[in-house]
């Protein structure tokens, strides 16, 4: 079983913090998206997306910041794709559980400039990572 700090590195973010700015949920709970950004400072903006989405399970620890506009994410546990064993993201406000069928993550190649789109065309199906427009991909579950 992997740990918190090693799940949030499979993101390929870094070692900075993050926080959630906004929780979408679609397709009648099917697919669930975390808007965040990297380093507060510099606000890089990425979205976890989970698809297939069986079973949410959400906690408010704090319901008194509800009306915050972000969430410090404390920790991140991938959890098992295929529905095996669900993803657990905790933050100060919140936790939430998610049995899902993929993930993958969705970042800004250039910190937060999503206007100057380029096609970059690299595949790296190797490390479950490709690249379109301006996004840097990273597909699958932790295994």
């Not at 972000?70 to 406000?93: M, S």
Request: charged fraction near 30%.
């Amino acid at each position: 079983m992997t740990n918190w700090t090693e799940d949030y590195h499979l993101l390929g973010l870094g070692g900075l913090t993050s926080l959630i700015t906004n929780v979408k949920i679609s397709m009648w709970g099917n697919k669930i998206l975390f808007e965040c950004v990297y380093d507060p400072e510099n606000r890089s903006p990425y979205i976890i997306v989970f698809k297939d989405c069986r079973e949410i399970t959400w906690e408010v620890y704090v319901p008194e910041e509800v009306g915050e506009a972000e969430a410090d994410l404390i920790g991140i546990h991938l959890g098992e794709d295929a529905h095996r064993k669900p993803a657990v993201i905790t933050t100060d406000i919140f936790e939430v559980s998610i049995m899902y069928g993929s993930f993958h993550v969705e970042k800004d190649r250039e910190m937060g400039e999503r206007k100057q789109k380029e096609t970059v065309g690299v595949q790296e199906e190797s490390r479950g990572v490709r690249r379109e427009d301006n996004l840097a991909i990273v597909e699958g579950g932790v295994r």
